[in-house]
């Protein structure tokens, strides 16, 4: 290794109008916003929702949350990410600081299974204040019981965790959404990767 | 597609790092899983040449309503590569930073310092065929917060990469030499490895230096490397 790596830094309390400006209401463009999937993408079409937790219970208002997903058919998007694309992007960002309830959303479709997973997921990125490095975890789906069972990385991890990684489908009067929340710390914390 | 090279935790902070308090109850306390790299991790955004604007790269330009910024124009200026020194063509880079005063644009920020209507603080640009990429901006000033007693953040500039892959995501913070807070400043200090370290200072550089214009500085950034052997299937 000729190089060190340099060393990742916390994205602290002010990242909206230089990361999230479009959802904060700054006068800056997007490379990336809650929708990862447009109305014009193939697949079901869901809504992924939760909240972030610290070590308190306390729900965090200004974490940043990631997503990277194949597409309905199980592939990942080679094609430029952009905003103004109404089908299917792949990408995802959403701040907890503007949702009333301090939830992260992600409008998107279920995707399908990539080509060495054995369950659809979504690759998630934790960033916020009180992070020196961000966290990687994975939501997977609750309605996929008999291809969790199945999933490499999902079965890696121990039995009595794996609940944390799984989003809960609900049918609402506006669609289908998937809740999942991620608790930092305690009892529930949620399962992150060293990727 | 490859895979990359785990990440080398020695060049990097704990999750929980105490003298930074907001670890606390925000690291995880358990130690992260590892998996088998594969095509999740291995892929990532590319991102639409419209994603940057004309004068995104220019913070010295892109916030101004009526005037110049104030402050000490500088332009930062390095190449994105690898930990085996390839470099990262067509990467994005976005930057954030506080202005002048040690203020932030953002909402939240308290600080008793003035705003700059002519200085928004933030812009992205892609590396060129060379990895290389540019800002020109306004040196940001220090600012306090509420770490600990009299805690004041060096100055400092926020970078984030996504890298070729998932998996190379990297949110960083650039610094500059000399700078008498850093050695006080538990964000800073989070990394351990104190050569991992002094690779969050930029280099102050004279070749990079703008004649009339705008002190230069250099700041590499390394992301993991790749692994030699194409991914198995």
């Known amino acids: 290794m000729a190089y060190g790596e340099t060393p990742s830094q916390t994205v602290g309390p002010y990242f909206a109008y230089g990361l999230t400006a479009g959802q904060y209401a700054y006068d800056f463009t997007d490379i990336a916003d809650p929708t990862v999937a447009g109305p014009d993408a193939a697949g079901e079409h869901i809504r992924i929702t939760g909240t972030v937790f610290d070590g308190e219970g306390n729900p965090v208002n200004d974490a940043m949350i990631e997503i990277w997903q194949a597409d309905a058919n199980g592939v990942y998007s080679e094609k430029p990410v952009d905003v103004s694309e109404t089908g299917f992007r792949g990408l995802g960002r959403c701040g907890t600081g503007t949702d009333a309830k301090l939830r992260f959303w992600f409008d998107t479709v279920k995707p399908g299974v990539v080509e060495d997973a054995g369950a659809p997921f979504v690759n998630v990125i934790v960033f916020m204040r009180g992070m020196l490095v961000h966290a990687f975890t994975r939501f997977y789906f609750d309605d996929e019981a008999e291809l969790n069972a199945k999933d490499p990385v999902l079965q890696s991890v121990p039995a009595d965790r794996r609940d944390t990684l799984i989003a809960k489908r609900v049918e609402t009067p506006t669609g289908i959404e998937y809740r999942i929340d991620i608790h930092m710390q305690g009892d529930a914390e949620t399962v992150f990767f060293d990727v | ?233």
């Open chain 2, 1 to 233: 597609m490859s895979t990359f090279k785990p990440r080398d935790w020695g060049s990097h902070a704990p999750y929980i790092a105490p003298g930074y308090k907001s670890t606390i109850l925000r690291g995880p306390t358990q130690a992260p899983l590892a998996i088998k790299s594969g095509v999740s991790e291995g892929t990532g955004p590319r991102f639409a040449p419209a994603s940057v604007r004309e004068l995104d790269f220019d913070l010295t330009k892109n916030g101004v309503v009526n005037g110049e910024p104030l402050g000490e124009r500088i332009v930062v200026h390095g190449r994105v590569m690898d930990t085996d020194g390839r470099p990262q063509p067509n990467i994005l880079v976005e930057i954030w930073q506080a202005n002048a005063a040690g203020r932030y644009v953002h909402k939240v920020d308290q600080h008793d310092a003035p705003l700059d209507p002519n200085f928004r603080g933030s812009g992205r640009c892609f590396t060129d065929d060379q990895g290389n990429y540019k800002f020109y901006t306004i040196k940001p000033g220090a600012y306090p917060w509420g770490n600990h007693f009299n805690a004041w953040r060096p100055n400092h500039i926020h970078i984030s990469l996504f890298g070729p892959g998932f998996a190379t995501r990297l949110v960083t913070q650039m610094y500059f030499p000399g700078d008498p807070l850093l050695d006080l400043d538990p964000i800073f200090l989070g990394t351990e490895d104190a050569a991992a370290r002094e690779r969050l200072i930029a280099k102050f550089s004279i070749e990079a230096t703008e004649e009339g214009f705008a002190l230069g500085y250099q700041f590499d950034i390394v992301l993991r490397g790749r692994n030699g052997t194409p991914m198995e299937n």
